[in-house]
């Protein structure tokens, strides 16, 4: 099979890549990004996904009308002075061939080429690359699954953030009735000031719904911390949310103290487990761990949980990909990868580069049909396990997308600690996931998703001060952070040696702090 896809992200002109077989030819999109059509207000970016997809269009209808027989040219790489073109001999079967001919780019317009498509000038086949022999079927299958991939490499055009915000916003309506209406926590304060974990004990809550629930408290600016470290409510919280003030609204909050989501919030504080932890047939949605029963243990459910954290990820990969460098690394581990759709996007960048996706079974089914569908199959490999029980891949670059938050500050530090065992001195680590505050104050949409995370998983959002602190324990120093959508961060810790201490915590310039 072939693969022709663009990479915005490609030195200068060289973002054309062509995968043929077991081997990658990189290409030349200066002119494809040229086009008597213009549309007004479109970027570079756009126009040459744009040219492309009509060029293979175009190369589908070649090949179509071919009588057998015939030799027919398809252009891939315009260059100055010598052009790419595919040799696609066609007779019960289609041969082909990549090579170059004496043509210059600038005479091969891309929208109209087909006077060069049964012959172009002095072709000369690429003398290291083995012609392919497919079916008219499986070239136009290896065509068109080209032209379904334009744009995926991409950022989206519009940001999806708020909708993210809104889909999340819920959670403010069941945490804000829970702590007025079944804790009592401003009249509590109010009373009697208390720390963060004083407060958790009197409330009978573990350190990590305490932290879920004051959090978001004091990102919606109702709760204070004062130099002793003790928790006020704000005036805010004092005038309306403590019963018997004059301009208390408790009681209108109370009207939806007992409703379904805010009954199970409660439950689920109160309990400190996950949705569904108990239940031995459904099991948990996202918690995989020995013990534990679980929906992505299950093939219809994994798959359908897979493909919905795949929405995001489609919208955030390419972003991420976009803001990391892996040119010398040379095979990177997406542990706990999911659907591998981050991989992916940082393999389509990096065409030298190779990935292993790792993790349950049921779950890489869907990461195989991803790297089959955007062209990368080649260069990544599914490795079913455990990520705490059963040995790592042999790798020179860790990612840990999305993973960290689901689990509790124990797991995290013995999943990182894994990184450092498996790295050599200097490899990258990166972890990319949402950021709170380091004072653990919000940002609220942020501490929104953490009541999210805490309701649906053993973990919830940690501020960089936290993955700094786990990740000098482990053996690693933090070199840059840097947004990348969605309110994800991507913090990339570098393993230290051995012998070397931990160097001072860098200087937090701008993009190294949050943007939620």
């Not at 315009?78 to 079967?93: I, K, N």
């Not at 490795?383 to 993973?403: E, H, K, T």
Request: a negative charge; charged letters at 25%; aromatic letters at 8%.
């Amino acid at each position: 099979m072939f693969r022709l896809t663009f990479d915005e992200y490609g030195r200068g002109q060289r973002d054309l890549l062509l995968t043929f077989g077991p081997h990658r030819l990189v290409a030349d999109s200066y002119y494809f990004a040229i086009d008597r059509d213009d549309v007004a207000g479109e970027t570079n970016t756009a126009r040459v996904e744009r040219v492309l997809r009509v060029t293979l269009q175009q190369w589908r209808s070649v090949i179509e009308k071919a009588d057998r027989g015939l030799t027919v040219y398809l252009p891939y790489d315009l260059s100055d002075e010598h052009t790419g073109w595919l040799r696609c001999a066609v007779e019960d079967e289609c041969a082909l061939q990549p090579g170059w001919a004496k043509v210059e780019g600038y005479k091969v317009w891309p929208n109209n080429w087909q006077k060069w498509e049964a012959f172009v000038p002095k072709f000369e086949p690429l003398a290291d690359v083995e012609p392919l022999v497919m079916s008219k079927e499986q070239v136009f299958a290896s065509i068109d699954a080209s032209i379904d991939g334009l744009g995926d490499a991409a950022p989206p055009p519009t940001d999806p953030t708020p909708l993210f915000e809104h889909f999340r916003g819920s959670y403010a309506t069941e945490l804000l009735t829970a702590a007025v209406c079944h804790f009592h926590v401003f009249r509590r304060l109010d009373e009697f000031p208390q720390t963060q974990g004083e407060l958790s004990r009197t409330l009978d809550l573990t350190d990590r719904a305490g932290h879920v629930l004051i959090t978001a408290l004091r990102a919606m600016d109702l709760l204070d911390v004062d130099g002793d470290g003790l928790l006020h409510p704000t005036a805010v919280a004092k005038n309306h949310l403590i019963p018997g003030g004059r301009f208390d609204i408790s009681g209108y909050l109370g009207l939806a103290a007992e409703s379904p989501g805010v009954t199970t919030m409660v439950e689920r504080l109160r309990s400190g487990k996950p949705a569904n932890s108990d239940e031995p047939e459904t099991g948990t949605a996202f918690v995989m761990r020995e013990g534990v029963a679980s929906a992505m243990d299950q093939d219809e459910s994994a798959r359908r949980l897979t493909l919905s954290l795949a929405g995001r990820a489609r919208n955030v990969a390419p972003a991420l990909a976009g803001r990391v460098n892996l040119s010398s690394s040379k095979r990177l581990l997406d542990v706990a990868g999911g659907s591998g759709l981050y991989s992916i996007a940082i393999l389509r960048r990096f065409p030298d580069l190779r990935a292993v996706v790792f993790d349950r079974e049921p779950v890489l089914k869907v990461a195989r049909e991803f790297a089959e569908k955007y062209g990368v199959a080649d260069r990544l490999e599914c490795v079913a396990g455990d990520m705490f029980r059963d040995p790592w891949p042999d790798c020179d670059a860790i990612l840990l997308s999305n993973v960290l938050h689901d689990w509790d500050v124990p797991e995290c530090r013995e999943l990182l600690q894994k990184c450092a065992e498996q790295l050599p001195e200097n490899a990258p680590l990166l972890i990319h996931d949402v950021l709170l505050s380091d004072a653990l104050d919000g940002p609220l949409p942020i501490a929104l998703y953490s009541a999210a995370l805490f309701t649906l998983t053993e973990g919830r959002a940690y501020s960089r001060a936290e993955y700094e602190e786990w990740l000098n324990e482990a053996g690693f120093h933090v070199v840059s952070c840097q947004p990348t959508l969605v309110h994800c961060q991507v913090l990339e810790a570098r393993r230290r040696s051995p012998s070397k201490s931990p160097p001072a915590t860098a200087e937090r310039g701008p993009s190294q702090t949050s943007t939620a």
